[in-house]
């Protein structure tokens, strides 16, 4: 069977609907019943991000570039963030949050999501889980990555202030949250949301146009977050290019040009 200029490989539903597993020219994906994927994954490097805008939410790594700490990922997929997360970091900690249980076991059987005792997989609305642990877990993680979109748009759970705040609070003081955006710089949900953010964090916040998509990167800083310098940042960014194959020097030159009105927040220009 083909679908999407591929061989459909696997093919299930549940109550939120059908999921399918479709190889195109070495690269298998995930998708929900629709074109846009959800995931991709090279066979033959499992490992690498293929993804345009997944490759974009490393941009943090210009900013904190070691972790051997706890980071909360919102939104499993096929696990690629995730995958990259425990590739690059041997020390790093993870919890990964997918409302979809029928995602996660795809995640584990065709996009070679590991069992690894530093991740820990939960089967929840990520939004809930957020909130109700703002007390129990109140600056526990030095990173929150949230990527919750389905073929209808972002998470409804997830589009309220309140979310925001309570993603800070779980934050440690010099945390990052990184967030995939849909719908370009004019959509009004990219707007609201990005006001969100920026009342949330006091305005230390960042924002990167994937080139070709629709996809916008989110980088919010919290309140301890280091001021960093713009030489710092481009030389970083080649040393980060040359380890990761990903582009950070075109990130770090889209960040700047994209973000004169808070950039002297998060950047010594």
Known sequence: MYRYDG???HESHDDDGILEVVETNGVRSLHFGSIPRQSSMLLTEPDKLHLDYVRAMTSWLLFKPSFDDEALIIGLGGGS???HLLYHFPDCRLKAVEYRSSVVKIARSHFAL?????????VDDGAKYVRQRTESQSEQYSLMFID????EGMAISLCNHAFFDACKVLLKKDGILVIN?????NNPLFQQVSLWLGT???WKVLFLPVKGRGNIIGLAFNKQAPLQTMK???TRAISLEQLHGIEFTAYLKEITKHNSSTINNSIKL
């Open 7 to 9: 061989r459909v490989i």
């Open 81 to 83: 963030l995730t995958k």
């Open 114 to 122: 590991p069992l690894d005792p530093r991740l820990k997989v939960i």
């Open 148 to 151: 919750a979109f389905d073929h």
């Open 181 to 185: 955006l849909w719908g370009g710089l």
């Open 200 to 202: 949330t964090f006091d």
């Open 232 to 234: 710092d940042l481009r």
